[in-house]
């Protein structure tokens, strides 16, 4: 493996501490950006990173470009390629797979335990386990039709599954290192606002979750990564 793509929506959400996971490995990352770039590249990668960002998968009135990134993404999947989706990349993952993707009954917005099924707990996903991951999602999705449950939450019951062996969606955040929160901070402050949400909280969940969860995620990837078939 030598080459990867990340498609990303907005700059400040970004691989995160995934990548120098794929530098160590001698992966080269190279970022698209969705609505502005031409996303053909991926589906000549190696391997795939479908980002978050803060628009709605089915929003195609508002954002045409969505219909072809999910032709990209169908195409991808297709095609084998090992691919991860992160929240907004995870519900595009449900959405090729033919499953609905559709706002949650709540938003959730912070820091929060998930319950790993025991598919999970067999999973790249069992360093998690104990563990608090980064919510900052208002959709959710149901789970693909064969598609295995890894994880989930009282509010949502679908956090990740995989497909197979080359497709993993998380529809939270491990990638984000601990120092880049003050970037979310700035970038999502209308939302944060509309909901209420405490700045010096989120700082202090952070400073508290944050390391230990950035360790687990890079053990994750790791792990995700050599199971892999061509690993």
């Known amino acids: 493996m030598k080459n990867a793509v990340a498609i990303y929506h907005v700059a400040f959400e970004d691989a995160g501490i995934l990548e120098p996971v794929l530098d160590e490995r001698g992966v ?3 970022y698209l950006q969705a609505g502005r770039d031409d996303l053909s590249p991926a589906l000549d990668a190696d391997l795939v990173l479908v980002l978050g960002g803060p628009i709605s998968i089915y929003e195609f009135d508002r954002y045409p ?9 169908e195409a991808v999947v297709k095609k084998g390629i090992p691919v991860v989706g992160i ?37 790249p996903l069992g360093v998690l386990e104990g563990r608090h991951i980064l919510n900052w999602h208002g959709d959710t999705f149901d789970l693909p039709s064969g598609a295995t449950r890894l994880a989930s939450t009282p509010i949502t019951p679908n956090q990740a599954f995989a497909y197979g062996s080359n497709v993993l969606a998380l529809q939270f955040h491990v990638e984000l290192p601990e120092q880049d929160m003050e970037r979310w ?18 700082r202090a969940e952070t400073a508290r979750h944050a390391p230990a969860t950035n360790v687990a995620g890079r053990a994750l990837f790791k792990d995700w990564l ?3 078939p061509s690993a």
């Open 28 to 30: 080269g990352l190279t």
């Open 65 to 73: 470009f969505l219909k072809g990134e999910l032709q990209t993404i």
């Open 87 to 123: 929240c907004l990349g995870a519900q595009a993952l449900a959405a090729v797979l033919a499953a609905r993707v559709y706002p949650g009954k709540e938003k959730e917005l912070g820091w929060d335990q998930l319950i790993l099924s025991e598919d999970g707990k067999a999973s």
């Open 185 to 202: 901070l700035i970038g999502h402050t209308l939302e944060l606002a509309n909901s209420n949400v405490d700045l010096n909280e989120m």
């Open 226 to 228: 050599d199971r892999l």
